[in-house]
């Protein structure tokens, strides 16, 4: 029975179909210059959308059919690397950065505000428009005291309003889900994901009109060009950070923000989200008091013949749960002892098909999958999630 539920796994996570064989391919992407992990980085099957993304220590684990030649790794910052299976499976992947010339500078009228103000009011040209609907997987992992406390797998079909509509979230239509808790299930499987950059040009939506530039004042900001090989400007590196007497919310982690940005269009291509650890933060969900510790959030868009979308996103948080002053219902719903617990919560999106009508994406439903954690935790979907310590040479 385990091994029929593994298999129905890896169908759904991989729609890799009629094939009965798979290879594991896994490793760790770096810097070719700096040795440095590359967080977020797209590996894919070309021509397919069988792919994953590396994590924040640029590891990455995924299976693709037997007979498949080569995987192409890509970050927005570096260079494309089109590699055969023997090089690419479990080793270190170096990435050339596609840099001639990296400076801080300040383009002459144009502040690094103005330019991300100017490319967050290009949306509604860089973006899709109106409704899609996207096929996706979605991982969560949740640990307590770093040990693995929950594991959770969803295949759905969520619905966007693109940039004309009134809603920023991919909102789900149907899905399958598989989970280790029952409880803990309830908090992850409704959930929709949010379009980052939807979000922040709908927000702004009045400010963009009026050309209210004063609207992004609350923080600070560095600017950084990237080169192509010719010396024209190809990207723009903008980074926010949230001003140290910003007072809007009080408790609140501030934040740092790293946008990368085609310069030619200004559509931006990825942005990153860092708490700000320098300052203690609290916050509060439903009678449950957290002191949050560090959070992180990717989101990287693609391009298509009707304009950009999210193409994936991942989530990782890190908090102490006060469970002495939370309330009484909380205490007694997740039964928490009065002990104050470290808790790190982990997701990731992959849209693997778009599509401007629901009736073209397939999705059977069927009911939702409980399964015990120590069986959850062998199955080969959740490795690139789980595979955080391992070495590659």
Not at 174 to 182: F, H, I, L
Not at 319 to 346: A, Q
Not at 378 to 391: G, M, S, V
Request: charged share 25%; net charge positive; hydrophobic share 35%.
């Amino acid at each position: 029975m385990k091994r029929q539920i593994s298999i129905l796994f890896l169908f759904f996570f991989f729609q890799i179909g009629c094939y009965a064989q798979s290879v594991r391919i896994e490793g760790q992407i770096l810097d070719n210059n700096t040795k440095t992990p590359i967080a977020f980085a797209a590996i894919k099957v070309p021509n397919s959308s069988i792919g994953t993304i590396s994590d924040d220590k640029g590891r990455f684990a995924f299976d693709i059919p037997e007979g498949i030649m080569a995987v192409e790794f890509r970050h927005i910052a570096y260079k494309k690397a089109l590699l055969s299976i023997d090089r690419a499976n479990n080793k270190k992947i170096f990435l050339e950065p596609n840099v001639t010339e990296l400076k801080e500078i300040t383009i002459e009228g144009m502040t690094p505000q103005r330019i991300l103000f100017n490319a967050l009011k290009a949306a509604p040209k860089n973006y899709i428009q109106g409704d899609y609907y996207v096929k996706t997987t979605r991982l969560s992992k949740k640990n307590i005291q770093r040990r693995l406390n929950y594991l959770g797998f969803c295949e759905g079909i969520y619905q966007c309003n693109g940039v004309k509509g009134r809603n920023s979230r991919f909102e789900q239509n149907k899905a399958n889900y598989y989970y280790s808790d029952s409880i803990q299930k309830h908090t992850f499987k409704y959930k929709g994901f949010e379009d980052i950059v939807l979000s922040l040009y709908k927000e702004n939506k009045k400010a963009f009109k009026k050309d209210k530039l004063s609207v992004f004042d609350d923080f600070d900001y560095k600017l950084k060009i990237i080169y192509d090989e010719n010396g024209e400007e190809q990207d723009y590196f903008i980074t926010k950070r949230t001003k140290a007497s910003y007072k809007k919310r009080k408790n609140m982690m501030l934040t740092i923000w790293n946008y990368h940005i085609d310069a030619k269009t200004l559509a931006i291509k990825q942005v990153e989200i860092l708490g700000d650890t320098s300052k203690v933060a609290y916050a509060s969900f439903m009678g449950m008091h957290m002191k949050l510790l560090a959070s992180y959030f990717i989101y990287n868009y693609q391009k298509s013949d009707s304009g950009y979308y999210l193409e994936n996103s991942m989530m990782k948080t890190l908090h102490e749960r006060d469970n002495e002053n939370s309330s009484k219902v909380v205490k007694n719903i997740f039964k928490l002892s009065n002990d104050n617990t470290l808790e790190e919560h982990v997701e990731m999106y992959n849209v693997n098909e778009i599509s401007f009508s629901v009736d073209s994406l397939d999705l059977n439903l069927k009911k939702d999958v409980y399964m015990p954690l120590y069986e959850m935790k062998e199955l080969d979907i959740f490795y690139p999630i789980l595979n955080e310590n391992k070495q590659y040479y």
